[in-house]
């Protein structure tokens, strides 16, 4: 069974430039969310999409966007980057909607904008 | 609004130790959930265990236990004779569903935890 997987690994941006991230669910998830994790801190949560539709947003401006496939893999979309987006970016996927299912991250994407 | 404390920011044990992570929550719904999550230098979150906010019941797996108290809204986590393996960054986490976040997961600011030899 393959896990959650994330490209890239690392990211450097300048500010102002635009960028995307990827995300692979696990087989058989249909439900992904995005966290971004800011260093010495917790995980904030951005969004999290399910069966292709946004089911939830965290406080993130809307210059913050996502995307999810068909085949339930996704996309996070950041434009005009600042240097305070320089975080890791974390990808989760779970087997539903429901709460009470675990989430699986992936490694991580560590964008860095200059 | 829901939020996670964990007071603890580090802590430093040696080998063999047995070492208790504290987490504290803040939750309207009565129906929740509770995480515990690894986080080792690799970056990668590992999922530790899962409690229902209905089920009070504590846990002994291997090493590990945990102690889910809703009286005081808290729920612990030991690790009996730490490894230096164990040397990660654990989150608790807490996660409901409303109409805004879906089923997004809290987190607390994580305990660094260092287990020398």
Not at chain 1, 89 to 112: D, I, K, M, V, W
Not at chain 2, 22 to 44: A, I, M, N
């Amino acid at each position: 069974e393959t896990g959650v997987t994330q490209s890239p690994t690392h990211l450097i941006k300048t500010r102002g430039q635009q960028v995307t991230l990827r995300c692979s669910s696990q087989s058989g998830h249909n439900t992904v969310s995005w966290y971004q994790q800011a260093l010495g801190q917790g995980p904030q949560f951005i969004f999290q999409y399910y069966r292709e539709e946004e089911n939830g947003r965290g406080n993130f401006p809307p210059r913050f966007s996502g995307l999810q496939f068909p085949n339930y893999s996704s996309e996070l979309n950041v434009n005009a980057l600042e240097l305070d987006d320089s975080a890791l970016y974390l990808c989760a996927s779970t087997l539903s909607s429901r709460p009470n299912h675990e989430q699986y991250f992936g490694p991580g994407t560590r964008l860095t904008v200059t | 609004a829901q939020k996670v404390t964990q007071a603890q920011t580090e802590i430093s044990v040696v080998e063999k130790e047995d070492v208790t992570l504290d987490c504290v929550y803040e939750t309207r719904d009565t129906t929740y959930y509770l995480f515990w999550y690894k986080q080792p230098p690799s970056g990668e979150l590992v999922f530790l265990i899962r409690r229902n906010s209905f089920d009070e019941q504590n846990e002994i797996s291997g090493r590990y236990s945990w102690n889910f108290q809703k009286s005081t809204s808290s729920f612990n986590f030991t690790i009996t004779a730490s490894q230096v393996v164990d040397s990660a960054v654990y989150f608790c986490a807490l996660s409901g569903y409303t109409d805004q976040a879906g089923t997004a997961l809290i987190f607390g600011k994580g305990t660094t935890l260092s287990v020398s030899s």
